[in-house]
Nanobody, 117 residues
Framework: QVQLVESGGGLVQPGASLRLSCAFSGSIFVEYAMGWYRQAPGKQRELVAI???????RYADSVKGRFTISRDNAQNTVYLQMNSLKPEDTAVYYC???????????WGQGTQVTVSS
C-alpha cells in the first residue's frame, strides 16, 4: 500500500518561499507520476503541478514561474518549491501519486500553507 507523507507547510508572509516535501513508500516510486494539488476553504481541489515518470512537468497557470516541482528517485521524494508566495496561495496542499498503467491513485494527508501579513 502506497503511503504519502507531506511536510514543509507553514505560515509565511507574502513574497516568502516554502519548500514542500512528499515522502513516498510502499511501491515502486519511479512507476508513478507525482503531483501537488491544493484546496482552499470553500473551493474545489485544484492541480498545482505534476511531474511524470520521465521528468516532464506541467503547472497551473496561477503558479507558473513561481513554483517548481521536482523529484528525487533515489530518495523516493517529490518536492514543490514555492517562491513569491501570495495570499491566494493559501490552501491545504496534497501530494498525489498516479500509476497510469495500473489505474491506481493515492493521496497524502495534506499540509497547510498560509500566506498572510
Amino acid at each position: 500500500q502506497v503511503q504519502l507523507v507531506e511536510s514543509g507547510g507553514g505560515l509565511v508572509q507574502p513574497g516568502a518561499s516554502l519548500r514542500l516535501s512528499c515522502a513516498f513508500s510502499g511501491s515502486i516510486f519511479v512507476e508513478y507520476a507525482m503531483g501537488w494539488y491544493r484546496q482552499a476553504p470553500g473551493k474545489q481541489r485544484e492541480l498545482v503541478a505534476i511531474i511524470t515518470r520521465f521528468g516532464n512537468t506541467r503547472y497551473a497557470d496561477s503558479v507558473k514561474g513561481r513554483f517548481t516541482i521536482s523529484r528525487d528517485n533515489a530518495q523516493n521524494t517529490v518536492y514543490l518549491q514555492m517562491n513569491s508566495l501570495k495570499p491566494e496561495d493559501t490552501a491545504v496542499y496534497y501530494c498525489n501519486a498516479d500509476h497510469a498503467v495500473r489505474h491506481l491513485v493515492y493521496w497524502g494527508q495534506g499540509t497547510q500553507v498560509t500566506v498572510s501579513s
